[in-house]
């Protein structure tokens, strides 16, 4: 078991750690030749051209004086302008690290002036020592374990919890309230977008007699006859996307082969194997392999191409309509088009950076089935994963390396080892375990089709959030120190999981103080040397780059990466949120990860990130949400192991906390929810008002008839005009569109063709003439 002394050793390795990540990026980030690495973000905003000291190397000694310069730097630049220089995702993201220093300073006060002197000075452990051999540490005499049961000190426990969640609540409304006002207030300022027109169509029902895109056309211009702009059917160019990244590897290696042979001085051409990996097979002349290669892969693009435009069973169901005002695509985007609701579905399109374009094939009937599937492997996933973190985690103890080990058993009695091994060992373990993660959730959630970025992170930091909640948290407090324990755990009835997990919570104090360091302390110090993107562009800087184009795009600045940080900030959450009544220790870690993290996020947002996508702050509902479920969990947690304590009479008075917090999220969910879902009328109407009067002349259809073309088709030549019908081209004056339709089933207006009305509408009004 942990002490003090153990902690102690540990965070002093894991701030050494932190420290010597600095030290070394403080270096790299001086050097000239990493500018584009550290800067990347100012390059790609055409605001930095040249490293700001020229040269290969920065001599200037006085520079490296300053090493640890670059933080009040990045605390110097106002919100408003971060929001214009980075976007207001990236500003709101920051904004959860804040309403963690917000929520947990003034709670580590209270609890460390109330509840550390109420738990300290009770002698129930001390007792036990003596009459049960019973192991305890300093760590433990700090938190609720050292009170005995029946004790009447409870009362404060539940005054600190009653203290803790208004406090949590309130912080939490008027977060809520700031933010949704700053959406607003980010939606009206901010510049034209295609989006703000445009909503996504999906479900077409198909008509023997017409295209989809003479369908989509028609039913817009006799259901929005006098707002209906243009629209842009949606392809299936998935085997077209991948031929054209297929022609770009090629093509890389085709430019690194040229490279080379160009400085090769002994004029020896560059040889490669065709065989696997290269490492077998016939040799070749690498430059005529590959040139022969692109050429290939180019003839079957433009093949490719023509089959797309040609062939009607390449577009799909869906497409990009887009109107002549912000307030027409708000009224068609959040109402339903016809009787039958599971056709002619709308929905806000995403900005067109954010489309995950593969997704939009995916036929819609097919959704719900994808989605089940995921669910159960997710199910699956999750609970599986128990088994290896548990027994892993017995083995990264001391008496796990004992048992399984007894001639280690010298080496890790020794005080430093023993301490390296309980202060680090697990946490670095359960690190290990989770790498993978992030990208199997995100491949689970591009299976299940959606069609934006935005939503793919944010399905998958749900995800990750309940896999966390799992197998971090759960399983971990659970297992203690025994593998067994699990077992017992998994075969007890619903209604005692809280009292068993009331129990572990303090126990495993330690353990989630360790995993706080090392995730927490020495990763967010980590993520700034941003070593992988360094080492990335600098290889292709040396064996690709022939231009400043070129250049450019070795560059790999990423982005924020809400699929993996959000839920490691809910984690953090959840544990301070849990442990604040139990083992107010773990406060002080949990405030130092708030702010060191705040720190070197917003550095990097600003210096560094390229945010992928603007959701104006849509993912704030789910934050909000998460933090709720935490301090349920937490709520829940405390009953349970005042029932343990014997404290029955007192955990009737906690049961009214989940209540008031579930009653408290309906009202934030009524009151500020619908600004994250619905775009307010009000507010489209002054935007459009606003820019009729500012530009009067302004050509919109130019503006959007493009917009929402597949990128495998934007820059091509060689595109007849049927492939601009067929990919979403109009004539420049809006009219009833001529239909060869035999019956008007989906559109009940008659045709100007065939004169006929409509047996579910025989008189309709378009334009206001009666037809």
């Not at 405390?638 to 917090?661: E, N």
């Not at 239909?739 to 409509?758: C, D, F, L």
């Amino acid at each position: 078991m942990a002490t003090i002394k153990d902690i102690g050793i540990a965070a002093g390795i894991n701030i050494l750690t932190a420290f010597i990540f600095f030290i070394i990026f403080a270096v790299l980030r001086l050097q000239p030749f990493n500018d584009r690495v550290y800067f990347s973000k100012w390059y790609l905003k055409r605001l930095r051209s040249s490293p700001a000291s020229g040269g290969f190397l920065n001599l200037d000694l006085r520079a490296y004086l300053k090493f640890l310069n670059w933080m009040p730097e990045a605390l110097k630049m106002p919100e408003r302008e971060l929001v214009d220089h980075a976007g207001l995702d990236s500003v709101v993201y920051l904004r959860i690290y804040l309403l963690g220093l917000k929520i947990f300073a003034p709670i580590a006060i209270l609890a460390w002036a109330v509840l550390v002197p109420v738990h300290w000075t009770n002698h129930t452990l001390e007792m036990a020592k003596q009459l049960k051999n019973v192991t305890a540490s300093d760590i433990d005499k700090l938190s609720v374990s050292n009170i005995p049961e029946y004790s009447k000190r409870f009362a404060t426990h539940i005054v600190m919890a009653y203290a803790f969640t208004i406090w949590t609540c309130y912080m939490l409304m008027k977060e809520y309230e700031i933010i949704a006002n700053m959406r607003l207030q980010f939606l009206a300022s901010e510049a034209r977008r295609p989006d703000q027109f445009t909503v996504l169509v999906r479900n077409v029902p198909p008509d023997p007699d017409e295209t989809v895109s003479e369908l989509v056309e028609h039913f817009f211009l006799v259901n929005h006859p006098d707002h209906y702009l243009t629209h842009q059917v949606v392809c299936n160019a998935n085997k077209l996307a991948d031929l054209v990244d297929q022609r770009k590897k090629l093509q890389n290696w085709l430019d690194y082969y040229q490279l080379k042979y160009s400085r090769n001085n002994s004029q020896i051409r560059p040889m490669v194997k065709l065989g696997c990996l290269g490492l077998c097979g016939q040799k070749v002349d690498a430059i005529e392999h590959y040139m022969a290669e692109v050429d290939k892969t180019s003839k079957e693009i433009a093949e490719e191409r023509v089959n797309v435009v040609k062939d009607q069973k390449a577009i799909m169901p869906a497409s990009f309509v887009s109107f002549k005002t912000r307030w027409a695509a708000a009224v068609c985007a959040q109402t339903t088009q016809t009787r039958n609701p599971t056709e002619w579905l709308t929905e806000w399109a995403p900005e067109p950076r954010d489309v995950f374009w593969a997704n939009l094939a995916v036929p819609y009937v097919s959704l719900t089935i994808r989605r089940l599937a995921m669910s159960v492997a997710f199910f699956f996933l999750t609970f599986f994963f128990i088994i290896p973190i548990a027994f892993v985690q017995t083995l990264a103890t001391i008496e796990g390396i004992e048992k399984v080990a007894p001639f280690l058993k010298v080496i890790i009695e020794r005080d430093f080892i023993k301490a390296l091994i309980t202060g680090l060992l697990s946490g670095i373990v359960l690190k290990l375990f989770l790498i993978f993660l992030p990208s199997i959730l995100m491949t689970m959630s591009k299976f299940e089709g959606f069609t934006a970025i935005s939503l793919l992170e944010r399905r998958s930091a749900s995800r990750y959030y309940i896999f966390n909640l799992v197998n971090v948290f759960l399983a971990n407090v659970i297992t203690g120190a025994a593998f067994e324990q699990l077992s017992s755990f998994l075969n007890q009835s619903p209604n005692q999981i809280p009292q068993t997990i009331g129990v572990a919570i303090p126990m495993k104090a330690t353990f989630f103080i360790t995993y706080i360091m090392v995730d927490g302390w020495a990763g967010i110090a980590g993520e700034i040397l941003m070593l992988k993107p360094l080492i990335i562009y600098h290889l292709k800087n040396a064996f690709l780059v022939k231009t400043e184009k070129d250049r450019e795009e070795a560059m790999d600045p990423g982005s924020i990466g809400f699929n993996t940080g959000e839920p490691q900030i809910q984690l953090y959450f959840l544990l301070g949120l849990v442990y604040a009544p139990v083992t107010p220790m773990l406060l002080p870690f949990i405030l130092v990860f708030f702010a060191l993290a705040y720190i070197v996020y917003r550095h990097q947002i600003i210096n560094v990130y390229n945010q992928e996508y603007e959701s104006a702050a849509a993912f704030w509902p789910d934050v909000h949400g998460r933090i709720i479920t935490a301090l349920i969990i937490s709520q829940l947690l405390l009953m349970g192991l005042l029932v343990t304590k014997r404290a029955a009479m007192a955990a009737p008075f906690i049961i009214a906390l989940p209540v008031i917090t579930i009653g408290f999220h309906r009202f934030c969910k009524g009151r500020y929810e619908p600004a994250f879902v619905r775009y307010p009328l009000q507010e489209a109407m002054m935007k459009d008002t606003l820019e009729r009067a500012k530009e009067p002349n302004l050509n919109l259809k130019g503006y959007l008839q493009e917009a929402y073309v597949h990128p495998v088709f934007k820059g091509c030549d060689g595109d007849d005009d049927d492939d601009h019908s067929v990919l979403g081209k109009l004539e420049s004056e809006v009219i009833i569109v001529p239909t060869k339709r035999q019956s008007r089933r989906n559109t009940p207006a008659p045709s100007r063709i065939s004169g006929e009305s409509s047996p579910s509408l025989a008189l309709a009004v378009i334009n206001g003439k009666e037809v």
